[in-house]
């Protein structure tokens, strides 16, 4: 290490460990390859940890040799069941309601009960609400260990072609998705062993067991064809974790990413799936001011993931991009989006998190550019730096020049050609740009109007856990006494019919009915009788009590009953179907939902009361947890009736008028796109976003006033 070192361990990381090798990962085909490869030399343990982890995910795409499964779930638990002493772990995030079609159904039946006794399967919901674990973290043996912005789900296989046409490019369903960038660092030696250090202590606080640490001795999972990128390195591991109970807040990537990018003296080159940290942007307008700055050279997606993160996310990465923009009165920023000939409508799935400065340091990782990755979510990143050592300063050069040569289509030894010729990185980049496959100016402008509408960051994109809290730690009340055998009982039963209902949904003939279509037909069939809006009421009232997710309902309302009467229909039977279920909550007591609800509900079922409607409205528009638990949970709490029926109105119209009234728009405007629909689409956006914002500032002005009436109360 040289004086003037970035990494300093207990500042911008935790640990510093030695590597004999690390290699760079580019693209799913290579990773998941080398996953496979180092997974089945494993001898004694196997740690993953994911924000998402799904069986189904292909790992081969070839028509070589098999020895043992292609899709994890399988691969797995052959290999667990094969080898003897052998334990797999598997901590995958309790994710987020509004994630629950993106997800595998039943992960815990898939990867923990119908598998080998030593492959375990958790999902760990120990954070802060509103927060995620997003580390991405694999372990063998803690001899070789993967870290990087790759989760083992599906739509994440590519090559680094990345072809529009990629015929192997599906999902477990035959579904195309459009091509996906994302890589993976893998280190073995003692920072793979720190690695699975991190890895077991994420077990224990999830599971309350320390699983044992594996003793093999000279055993070497590294897969024979992986070329090392880095041979001989120092591995810093750098982490970010929200306050959480007994553990303290940690900013070591925040930390790193400042150090690292007041350090660079000539290039910063980043590729992320988001930019929208006001920090990061802070520190990189002050480098772009100076008149002998570093030139920026981002690479981000031409656009988020959806219309819902476009209004959200790319709202703020504009903002932020504009504030770049502005400080740049030197012309040394320059941002791209990579493209491929043929992708129409579709674009790259950019999910990277890079940041190479200068030939002097290379961080991997989990951590996007957002807020949130700085100090909300759990992160995990690997950092190299060179220090004095030519050797590694050409790796990491070549790490960035590969990356680049790969979205300009061009080799890796041309782009280093042309950045010595030009001493500049922006110049070598404008030489070989203008084929078909290249980068191109990212250029992102929004409404007025739109920019005006959507809030803060603190809101979307929270730096701590203190913006989501804040909105609700005035709202529940103390903890009830601990409840009799007899509540125990009473939770033992009802969770047995729960668990029956849920299995009779998914492995008996049931299962054909719980789809939009076939509850839309049967709503349908039933429009003509009279006793129609009884039927209708009915579904919802069993549904509520069945654990039927509430939106399924709600569509197939509309679709069997037109915009209107669907939209008084599901209205009428959410809140019938949330009462029954507030009832049932009510009788059962407060520490049996809470139990039921799981510990992220423990904080809601402690304090709801004070504020009934304005805590029972900001629950309805934050998914913080199913539609029948939320109801459980109010019903067991202080709230009272009618508070809770007005907050469930409050905040569950918006949702209903944009699912049944404007659901036909909806959908046109994404199915049959043009210069109309976009206009319609942009109408029922702007509605919906007014809707919600009325509903924010009658709550705002609810909670000031309620806090003048204290602040006046104290003064009396």
């Not at 990189?284 to 100076?290: D, F, I, V």
């Amino acid at each position: 290490m040289t004086k003037t070192s970035i990494l300093a361990e207990g500042r911008n990381c935790w640990r510093l460990a030695p590597a004999r090798r690390a290699a760079f990962l580019v693209d799913g085909d290579a990773y998941f390859r080398a996953f496979a490869a180092a997974v089945a030399q494993a001898r004694e343990s196997i740690y993953i940890l994911g924000w998402d982890i799904d069986s189904r995910l292909q790992l081969r795409r070839d028509d070589g040799p098999r020895d043992l499964p292609v899709t994890l779930g399988d691969f797995l638990n052959t290999l667990v069941s094969r080898r003897r002493g052998l334990r797999a772990y598997l901590l995958g995030w309790d994710f987020a309601m509004i994630y629950v079609f993106e997800r595998e159904p039943f992960p815990l039946y898939k990867l923990d009960w119908r598998t080998h006794r030593r492959l375990h399967f958790r999902l760990d919901g120990r954070h802060p609400v509103g927060a995620s674990h997003h580390q991405k973290v694999v372990v063998v043996d803690d001899a070789l260990a993967f870290v990087g912005g790759f989760d083992l789900a599906i739509r994440r296989w590519d090559t680094p072609a990345h072809r529009a046409d990629e015929p192997r490019r599906v999902d477990p369903a035959g579904v195309p998705y459009p091509p996906f960038h994302d890589v993976q660092m893998a280190v073995d030696g003692a920072a793979a062993a720190a690695l699975g250090e991190l890895a077991r202590e994420r077990w224990r606080r999830a599971t309350g067991r320390y699983p044992r640490t594996p003793q093999g001795v000279g055993h070497d999972p590294w897969p024979g064809w992986l070329r090392p990128d880095l041979e001989n390195v120092q591995v810093a591991i750098a982490r970010t974790e929200p306050a959480y109970q007994d553990h303290p807040e940690i900013r070591e990537i925040q930390a790193l990413h400042l150090d690292a990018i007041a350090a660079a003296r000539h290039f910063i080159y980043i590729e992320n799936q988001y930019f929208t940290s006001s920090l990061i942007a802070e520190a990189l307008a002050a480098r772009l001011q100076e008149p002998d700055g570093p030139e920026v050279v981002m690479v981000l997606p031409e656009r988020q993931s959806g219309w819902l993160e476009d209004s959200t996310m790319g709202v703020l990465r504009a903002r932020v991009l504009r504030r770049l923009r502005e400080a740049d009165r030197h012309g040394r920023l320059r941002v791209y989006f990579p493209t491929v000939p043929g992708l129409g409508e579709h674009c790259i799935g950019l999910h990277s998190k890079i940041l190479v400065v200068d030939d002097v340091l290379v961080r991997v990782g989990s951590s996007n550019l957002s807020n949130r990755s700085m100090g909300f979510d759990t992160e995990c990143d690997l950092a190299v730096e060179s220090g004095d050592d030519a050797r590694i300063a050409a790796g990491i050069a070549r790490f960035r020049d590969r990356l680049l040569g790969e979205h300009l289509e061009v080799e890796p030894a041309r782009l280093a050609e042309r950045i010595a010729a030009e001493q500049s990185l922006i110049r070598a980049v404008a030489s070989l740009r203008g084929g078909e496959r290249t980068l191109q100016p990212l250029e992102v402008s929004v409404s007025e109007s739109l920019d005006h509408l959507v809030p803060d960051a603190p809101l979307i994109d929270p730096e701590s856990p203190e913006a989501p809290e804040r909105l609700l730690k005035d709202f529940l009340p103390a903890e009830f006494p601990r409840q009799g055998k007899h509540k125990l009982l009473r939770f033992a039963v009802l969770l047995t019919g729960l668990a029956a209902l849920a299995a009779a949904w998914h492995w008996t003939p049931l299962r054909d009915w719980l789809n939009v279509r076939t509850l839309a037909r049967l709503a349908a069939s039933l429009g003509e009788q009279p006793l129609a809006p009884l039927f209708v009421i009915g579904a919802y009232l069993l549904g509520s009590v069945a654990m039927v997710p509430i939106t399924l309902l709600i569509v197939a309302t509309a679709l069997a009953f037109g915009p209107w009467l669907g939209f008084g229909y599901s209205l009428l039977g959410a809140l019938l179907g949330a009462a029954l279920t507030y009832a049932i909550g009510h009788l059962l007591g407060r520490d049996t939902v809470r139990r039921l609800g799981g510990s992220r509900l423990n904080r809601l079922s402690r304090q709801l009361g004070r504020q009934g409607v304005l805590a029972m409205a900001v629950v309805r528009l934050l998914p913080v947890a199913p539609f029948t638990i939320v109801n459980m949970v109010a019903g067991a709490s202080h709230i009272r009736f009618r508070e809770f029926v007005i907050g469930t109105l409050l905040g569950m119209s918006p949702g209903i008028l944009a699912i049944t009234v404007f659901g036909n728009q909806l959908a046109n405007a994404i199915t049959n796109p043009g210069a109309k629909s976009y206009a319609v689409l942009a109408v029922v956006v702007v509605l919906i976003v007014l809707a919600v914002l009325a509903v924010r500032r009658w709550l705002a002005k609810d909670e000031a006033r309620a806090a003048e009436f204290a602040k006046e109360g104290e003064h009396v």
